[in-house]
């Protein structure tokens, strides 16, 4: 439970990270895409926080369904997403699976979101943060299943291959080397999923209707960070040192130098990522 708890606190902690990050071209024309009512599927949806962007994009009617591994997570979803719209004025009402908000029906479920994709006949597929932790094809393929004819599918902040630091530090090149390495040696990753899914998608039947840069950028202001986003690096530094415990290099000593730089307000961090808007046949 405690590591849910803390995956919960990452991925709210990650949230302003996110919005600063999303290419506003991308988005704009996916809204300008979307049909009236859609039928929404979210892959790994984490806490739930594609629900309230929709509303504020306009998504008041239609259905939402959001798939997640973890049911520690879908109750969390359930809870805080109907809190926080609550508190934004709106009027939720609970449903067994999620709640109504609107005329937006929304349900969270636990499962394997490209199983369930195969089955979702969606307008809209949304993926964030999600293609570049499995098989590429094998999401691809899933994601076409899911969408109805003319349906869209949203692949925002998908990683691809930059990670960066600062200040500068004389192993920065030698751990993003041996970082990236770590992910692709793991079943179904891959560290540039980003220009890969762009190349799969510009050889697909469909349309791929825009491309942007979605970078996570992280600095310090007047030695301190926004939000809870000194949590967020941590994370960062935390996911570094794991997948460099048997890499030669001198990751400890690395990590042991940005950690201090955190503390003291002093670290900047980027990560390199695509948006990537596709519409089915």
Known sequence: ????????????????????????????????A?????SVF????????????????????????????????????REARAAELERAGYDPDPTESGF???????????????????????????????????????????FEAALAPGGLA???????????FQP???DDDAVERAYHR?????????????????????????????????DWIVRPHDGSYPADEAYFLECILGFVADALADADVDAEGWVETRREQLAAGELSYVAHGYDLLYRAP
Do not use: C, N
């Open 100 to 142: 109504r908000v609107a005329d937006l029906e929304v349900a969270f479920e636990r499962g394997d979101a490209l199983e369930a994709a195969r089955t979702a006949d969606a307008d809209l597929v949304v993926a964030q943060a999600f293609v570049d932790l499995v098989s590429l094809p094998e999401a691809v393929d899933a």
């Open 34 to 38: 979307l049909p009236p009512a859609p």
């Open 1 to 32: 439970m405690a590591g849910e708890h803390a995956r919960v606190r990452y991925l709210d902690a990650k949230r302003t990270v996110d919005e600063r990050a999303f290419d506003r071209r991308v988005r704009e024309r996916l809204r300008s």
């Open 42 to 77: 979210d892959a790994g949806a984490g806490t739930g926080v594609t629900v309230p962007r929709l509303l504020d994009w306009g998504v008041d009617a239609g259905r939402y369904r959001g798939v997640e591994r973890s049911a520690e997570l879908v109750e969390h979803a």
């Open 154 to 164: 949203y692949f925002p902040i998908t990683f691809d291959g930059g990670t960066i």
């Open 182 to 214: 770590s992910i692709d040696d793991r079943p179904g990753r891959d560290s540039r999923a980003g220009r890969h899914l762009l190349d799969l998608l510009r050889r697909a039947d469909g349309d791929l209707l825009a491309v942007g840069a979605s």
């Open 168 to 170: 500068d530090h004389p």
